[in-house]
Every structure is written in C-alpha cells, then in structure tokens.
C-alpha cells in the first residue's frame, strides 16, 4: 500500500534488543543467539547501571549506551535506526524468548511476510501472571473489534521485520507500548502479517513491566489505528 517492495530476497539479519539491568541474563541471551544465526550482528540497546554493556561488548556485541533510560519503544528505535540488516528481529534481553524460533521468523520474511510475530499466548503460559494474561486477551478482542486486526498477543517482544516496511510507516517511538502499534501499523496499511506460536519461558532477572501505563498506552495504540481511520493520510501526513 505504502511501499513498493524490492524483488530481491531479504538475507542480512540484525537482532535488535534493549536491556535495563540485565546482566543475570545477557551472556546467555547472547551466546544462545550466537548458536542460531552465527555471525550475524547484534545489537543491545543498554540502559544499565549493572554490567550488562561490559558482557555484551566481551561477547562481540554493539552496544549503544541510551542514559538515562528512555523507555522501552525509544531503546528500541534506536537500535532500529542503528541496525543494517535487511531482516530485524527484536526478542527481550530476559531469557524468556526461545532463540531456536529465529529461523522460522526468518523464512517467513523470506517467503514474503513483512511483518512476523511470535505470540505467546496459544494457551496461557505458565510464567505469564493471570493478570498479564487476561489483560493480553482483552488487548486482542478490543484489536479486533476497534482496527478489524486479529492477534493473539500485542506485546509479544519477539518479532521480525522487514527492513523497508520498518521504515515506511509513522509510527511514535517515545510513548509506552511501541509493540502494540508496531503490529497494529503494518497491518493497517496493507503489509504481509502472520503470527507463529512460541513457549515463553521464566525470566532471569526483576521485570520492568509498568502495568498501568502500558495498559494506557495500549488503548491509545489502538485507537491510534481504529478501524475507518484513513491510513493513507496519516502517512503522507508524517512524510510531510
Ligand atoms: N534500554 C532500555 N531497555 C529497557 C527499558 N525498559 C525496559 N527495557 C528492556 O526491555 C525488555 C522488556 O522489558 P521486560 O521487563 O522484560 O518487560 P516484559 O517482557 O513486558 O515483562 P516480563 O514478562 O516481566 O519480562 C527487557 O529486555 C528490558 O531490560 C529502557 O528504558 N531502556
Ligand atoms: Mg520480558
């Protein structure tokens, strides 16, 4: 709708991931990452005061230093506008995300996906907090119902993305829940979107989840990109 994608097959990936204090966890993010895509960079967007930065330099990461912290979607549009690779993939510095899905993010882009989530939620995970998972089901009935878009789970931190479709939609980085509106965007504009089903694992670490204002930001998100609304303006809007 809004981008005329190239022919040519998307192949260079840049992992993408943002950590506040995540030194319990990121030498083994890193080196699980290491074993599925070899080579190809990584990127830690770090807001620390613990020695996260210091383990992911030693581990050959780039690691761009973001103090104070500025939140998650800005840590995460940073490390965005630093990557190089034709395919993003994005996962929490927590351990909780299962790198061995990373092929199969991947080929779907590949195969043509713009857009390819890892959704937690084909039944509630047992490390997920009812709360959390009730508030994620109601996330997706009011995605359906407000913008007509069916997911299961909008805050997924686990993504991929085609380079050139990340960069031809406007979305706002510095408010809570970018996850939400990076869905929301590219399906409201016509891009190739799917889901796949991961586990989701126990988090090393203390959680960072801001309940209250996520869930705000959530609702604004969506409405952000209601149904009816005309995307085609917005854009030209925020080329403008
Ligand atoms: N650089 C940076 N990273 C952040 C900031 N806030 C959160 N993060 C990281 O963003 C990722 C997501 O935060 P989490 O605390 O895991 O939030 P969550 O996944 O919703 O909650 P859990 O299920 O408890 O893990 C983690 O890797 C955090 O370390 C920030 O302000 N700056
Ligand atoms: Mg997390």
Same mark, same amino acid.
């Given at each position: 709708m809004i981008d005329k994608k190239s022919s040519k097959i998307p192949q260079s990936i840049s992992i993408v991931t943002i950590?506040?204090?995540e030194e319990k966890a990121?030498?083994?993010v890193v080196n699980d990452l290491r074993k599925v895509i070899g080579?190809?960079?990584?990127i830690v967007v770090d807001s620390s005061t613990d020695q996260t930065a210091e383990i992911a330099q030693e581990l050959g990461c780039k690691v761009i230093k973001q103090i104070p912290p500025k939140g998650y979607g800005a840590a995460y549009h940073e490390g965005f506008s630093v990557s190089t690779g034709d395919i993003i993939i994005t996962l929490d510095c927590d351990d909780t995300y299962p790198v061995a899905a990373i092929p199969i993010l991947v080929k779907k882009i590949q195969e043509g996906f713009d857009l390819v989530s890892a959704s937690r939620l084909k039944h509630k995970p047992a490390t997920m907090p009812l709360a959390n998972y009730i508030a994620n089901c109601v996330f997706a009935i009011c995605e359906y119902l407000v913008c007509g878009i069916k997911t299961t789970d909008c805050h997924t931190g686990m993504r991929a993305y085609r380079r050139e479709m990340l960069q031809s939609f406007p979305y706002e980085p510095y408010s809570q829940s970018l996850a939400v509106e990076l869905?929301? &965007?590219p399906a409201r504009c016509g891009y190739k979107y799917t889901e796949i089903f991961i586990d989701y694992t126990e988090r090393v670490g203390v959680s960072k989840l801001q309940p209250i204002?996520?869930?705000? &930001?959530?609702?604004?998100r969506i409405w952000k990109w209601r149904r009816f609304k005309d995307v085609d303006s917005m854009i030209e809007n925020a080329k403008a």
């Open positions: 950590a506040l204090n990121i030498a083994k080579n190809a960079e990584i869905y929301l &965007g204002a996520g869930t705000i &930001g959530t609702f604004k």
